[in-house]
């Protein structure tokens, strides 16, 4: 049986729009390291559900997130990667379910403040936690896997917690690549078992972003050493909080319709 593919029926400044946002997300992954759902998956949220967003931007990250952790795999510190595997496990699990089955406007609502507080949380300037008890991973972990099924974002939480458990930033690098690459592929697995994933547009649309997906990645890597990373920082808190506000906006005003 034939399984034709082909764009989603939306206006041409919709799939323009869509391209420069995963541009930029991954322009801005590929100078930092990080970024790309979090930038993308917001953006996007404004013209196509989460249940397409999230499935659509997991699939450009897992090329991304893949040879990142692949590259840097000699540096991941294992233990802790396996320790924080588990609760991310049942973190998925429990964010596939609520993205299934929760409604559009609060699931907006929920992704605009989560994105607009981490905004502000970089803005602020990096905190270091120090001391963090081993129990401490599994509502981490929990919640960072509930984030990163129902908004591809997990990642930052992750990452908070294990800068304070690794004391060496390219270790932290290497082992936050690992674990968010291993997010995305469970949640790849997922998406597909629950059929998310088996939606001839999305997949037509992702074979179209990957090698805008690839350009991205390709500036970034060169813009690396000729940006401050303060000033990419800024520009990602300030993205984050408009976008976030705009997002939550929107959707205490199509609660009130």
């Known amino acids: 049986m034939p399984f034709p593919l082909s764009l989603p029926d939306v206006p041409n400044h919709v799939l323009l729009a869509t391209s420069l946002i995963v541009l930029l997300g991954y322009t801005i992954f590929g100078a930092t390291g990080f970024g790309s759902s979090i ?18 931007v997991t699939t450009t990250d897992a090329f991304a997130s893949s040879s990142t952790a692949f590259r840097l795999r000699r540096l991941v510190v294992w233990r802790e990667f396996g320790r924080l595997l588990p609760a991310m496990l049942i973190g998925i699990a429990l964010g596939g379910t609520l993205l299934l089955h929760l409604p559009r406007e609060p699931a907006l609502l929920a992704l605009g403040i989560f994105v607009s507080t981490y905004g502000a949380y970089i803005l602020a300037g990096p905190r270091k936690f120090s001391h963090v008890p081993g129990w401490l991973v599994w509502p981490v972990g929990v919640v960072g896997g ?5 908004f591809g974002t997990g990642g930052p939480i992750y990452i908070i917690f294990l800068a304070a458990r690794i ?9 936050a690549a690992i674990v968010v690459a291993a ?15 088996l939606d001839a547009k999305l997949l ?3 074979l179209l972003l990957l090698p805008i997906m690839a350009l991205g990645l390709w500036i970034g890597n060169h813009l690396h050493h000729a940006l401050s990373r303060g000033s990419v920082l800024r520009l990602i808190a300030g993205l984050l909080i408009t976008n976030g506000v705009a ?5 205490v005003e199509s609660m009130h319709a």
């Open 39 to 56: 930038i993308s998956v917001p953006g996007l949220a404004h013209f196509f559900p989460l249940t397409f967003t999230v499935p659509l």
């Open 183 to 197: 997010a995305v592929w469970i949640r790849l697995v997922l998406f597909i078992a629950t059929g998310l994933l």
């Open 204 to 206: 037509a649309m992702a």
């Open 146 to 150: 509930v984030f990163s099924s129902l």
């Open 167 to 175: 004391d060496d930033k390219s270790a932290l690098r290497a082992t």
């Open 247 to 251: 997002l939550i906006v929107r959707a």
